[in-house]
């Protein structure tokens, strides 16, 4: 039973068009992340939601709308992709109010843009 | 959040012990550490966390300096699926709970 579970996998698509990738996480966590991985494979942080609610927008151009309709999706939306747009993206979830607070990654989506 | 040093690679012998080093010299006293790895292609992963006090899990055990200045991930017995890139994450406990990732160790077991 996957934690973090995120659709699609792969996404290709040509410059200019609106892609969405979808997350979900079956934990019951209240907080929820979007991560992008370049090709140097550094890994930044882009949003973070907790309830809901934005927490952290990481000067992400607002070509990205994250929207969560519920606590346990945050699906991230891309308008007019660009090339460097093309990189993995890893959508997260952890518990606020534990010590700790691991977070748990899902798969991530590997996003290229022709 | 603290930054952190670690060395770019090390290589491992399968059945060894692996001992991943971390400085994290300007850590504060509210900042917790933090290790990740990340197998190559997956979402990183989880391993363990500590404040203060050394910690042990399925996975691996985390010695933490008394002055807190630096720690190590202990692998006790490092196999073929160990293989990864591992991040020394230092934070402080927030709402937003951001995780700042370095360039991290990229760790090779041996057979």
């Known amino acids: 039973d996957t934690a973090v579970s995120q659709t699609p996998k792969y996404l290709v698509t040509q410059m200019g068009n609106d892609k969405s990738i979808k997350c979900e996480q079956n934990?019951?966590?209240?907080?929820m992340y979007w991560y992008k991985q370049d090709s140097k494979k550094f890994l930044k942080i882009m949003f973070s939601?907790?309830?809901?609610?934005?927490?952290i927008n990481e000067t992400v151009p607002n070509r990205f709308s994250p929207k969560s309709p519920d606590k346990a999706h945050l699906n991230l939306h891309i308008n007019s992709l660009e090339l460097g747009d093309s990189a993995v993206y890893f959508c997260?979830?952890?518990?606020?109010?534990?010590?700790?607070?691991?977070?748990?990654f899902g798969p991530g989506t590997r996003l290229t843009v022709l | 959040d603290a930054k952190t040093t670690q060395p770019p690679s090390m290589d491992c012998a399968e059945g060894r012990a692996a001992n991943l080093p971390c400085n994290h010299s300007t850590i504060s006293g509210n900042e917790y550490v933090y290790w990740y790895r990340q197998i190559h292609s997956q979402g990183p992963q989880y391993i363990i966390h500590?404040?203060?006090n050394n910690e042990t899990n399925e996975m691996a055990s985390l010695i933490i300096t008394e002055d807190r200045k630096s720690s190590t991930l202990i692998l006790p017995h490092a196999t073929l699926r160990d293989t990864a890139v591992y991040y020394c994450?230092?934070?402080?406990?927030?709402?937003?709970?951001?995780?700042?990732f370095g360039g991290g160790t990229r760790v090779l077991v041996k057979p």
């Open positions: 997260a979830s952890s518990q606020t109010g534990t010590s700790g607070r691991a977070k748990y």
């Open positions: 939601y907790n309830n809901k609610e934005l927490i």
């Open positions: 934990l019951g966590h209240d907080t």
């Open positions: 994450i230092v934070r402080v406990e927030a709402a937003g709970n951001k995780l700042t």
């Open positions: 500590g404040l203060k």
